[in-house]
């Protein structure tokens, strides 16, 4: 077996199939192994393969299923009580290149922030696939505080305010404003950015035409400063607050939108090296402020998901609001299969 310094070790290892993890014999942490033997699945792509695959039985838990699968799950009297529900740790946003017009006119993006109804997206075109989301942080991230009055009024849905913005900023009714592609990647998005564009046809006057890339394309492009417009995301690649924040005013960033500001690189160089604890997350989220305040992205939505058991593995942890949680779902430090 391979080296493992955690409750499991790699008994085998099918290329393009499956590995077997055994218990590890010399493991002495706090998450003793709880199976005789775990087998991981290797599925080549994801969504309805794996939810088919479950279905038959061939997995007993583990499945992630989000978008259009999720809507089937939830709908599914069997399925929709194997269900366990949680905010993924994204944050989906509408990317704004404020190197040159039309987005480098604070109002404009200001103007955009206003003028979608993030619940009606979530609600009746995702059909309770996302939630609504006026700050960058996910749900129950550390130091999230979305429910702040003065932040959730920054990109509160107020048409009436957004045409006037637009108005204030040169383009009344939309008059002069240049039409633009909002680009989305590999499939992803399409059927939100179709609803954003006409929220903003609708309430600004504004043209957007969608239009899906493959991801090479995407991210060249907006390295390069040519891409205007895009309906993005962010994941977590560790939970802690400065994983969302430190990039977005980083030249050398992937998502760089052009945009610095002294304030903002103060408060996160500031709250990055300090454990985590209240004035931590003070400042980090007046950082999180300033992103909302000066509409730097126009933050949309986090997405929902589902992770599917079996009826028959029991005893699994879970979090204060009855969701795994992502180390939960990994470890299974108290899972166990009853009779099956």
């Known amino acids: ?17 499956n590995g077997i ?23 080549p792509e994801v969504g309805a393969p794996l939810l088919q695959m479950y279905q038959a039985g061939d997995i ?22 194997e269900a366990y529900i949680s905010v993924m740790n994204r944050g989906v946003y509408i990317y704004m290149n404020q190197r040159t017009p039309p987005f480098d ?8 922030a206003h003028a979608v109804d993030r ?63 909002i680009f989305t990647k590999e499939g992803e998005f399409i059927r939100e950015a179709e609803a954003i564009q006409r929220m903003l046809a ?4 504004v043209k957007l035409t969608p239009q899906n890339v493959e991801r090479a394309f995407y991210v060249d492009q907006m390295r390069n400063g040519e891409l205007k417009v895009a309906l993005n995301r962010w994941g977590a690649d560790f939970i802690d607050p400065s994983n969302f924040v430190d990039w977005w005013d980083d030249p050398a960033a992937s998502y760089f939108t052009g945009w610095t500001d002294e304030e903002y690189r103060n408060l996160i ?10 004035e931590r ?34 005893g699994l942890t879970l979090t204060d609001d009855g969701t795994l949680g992502v180390y939960n779902m990994m470890l299974l430090d108290s899972a166990y299969i009853t009779d099956n």
Request: charge should be negative.
């Open 60 to 81: 007993d838990g583990g499945v992630g299923v989000t978008g259009d699968d999720l809507v089937q799950v939830l709908a599914d009297p069997q399925l929709s009580q």
């Open 119 to 181: 619940t009606a997206l979530c609600d009746n075109v995702m059909r309770g696939t996302c939630i609504p989301a006026h700050g960058f942080l996910p749900k129950d991230f550390p130091c999230e505080r979305n429910d702040d009055p003065e932040l959730i009024a920054y990109q509160n849905y107020d048409p009436e305010l957004a045409a006037d913005l637009m108005a204030q900023a040169g383009y009344p009714g939309g008059e002069g404003f240049p039409e633009l592609t």
């Open 105 to 112: 006119n604070m109002l404009v993006r200001k103007a955009f």
């Open 202 to 205: 609708d309430n600004l006057g």
């Open 1 to 17: 077996p391979a080296p493992s310094n955690g409750p499991y070790r790699i008994a085998e290892w099918n290329r393009g199939k």
């Open 269 to 278: 160089d500031t709250a990055r090296p300090m454990a985590m604890s209240t």
């Open 21 to 43: 993890f055994t218990p590890n014999p010399y493991y002495t942490g706090n998450y003793p192994a709880t199976f005789e033997q775990r087998i991981q699945v290797i599925i």
């Open 281 to 314: 997350c003070d400042l980090y989220h007046e950082a999180l402020k300033i992103l909302a305040r000066d509409a730097i992205g126009v933050f949309v939505m986090n997405p929902v998901q589902a992770v599917l058991y079996k009826d028959y593995v029991s």
